[in-house]
């Protein structure tokens, strides 16, 4: 099991458990224990929401590289976003950042090494 699923599954079982604590203190008027296992529980749904995305990243990025590394077959477009970098520089407003393995950056070099004809043999209509 990837180690991604893996904390996603605990992260959820331990939310799911301490939820259920939170409703049994609160079903004997114990509030701040309530609050307290409430507040724990959103930490812990949050921290399986962030392993879920890591997971579906790393699946996209195998299925992109699965691609790539097909014979004859035009360079896959970059996922979206292309990098965190890319995600939190074009949230501050200034020009955007990418990392070093972006694939946004990887794609814009490997069509700028392509000539019109091969770009027009790749984006031809083949229907």
Do not use: K
Request: hydrophobic share 40%; glycine share 4%; aromatic share 6%.
């Amino acid at each position: 099991m990837i180690t991604d699923r893996r904390y996603e599954y605990g992260a959820t079982a331990g939310a799911l458990t301490l939820a259920t604590i939170a409703a049994a203190c609160a079903h004997h008027r114990l509030w701040p224990h309530a609050a307290m296992f409430l507040l724990v529980t959103g930490i812990l749904l949050e921290a399986a929401a962030r392993e879920r995305r890591n997971y579906r990243r790393r699946r996209a990025e195998a299925q992109r590289a699965e691609r790539l590394g097909r014979p004859m077959h035009p360079v896959p477009p970059p996922l979206e976003p292309c990098c965190a970098l890319y995600r939190d520089s074009v949230q501050v407003g200034v020009s955007p950042v990418h990392s070093l393995n972006c694939h946004r950056v990887q794609f814009e070099e490997a069509v700028a090494q392509l000539s019109d004809s091969e770009i027009d043999e790749i984006t031809r209509d083949t229907a």
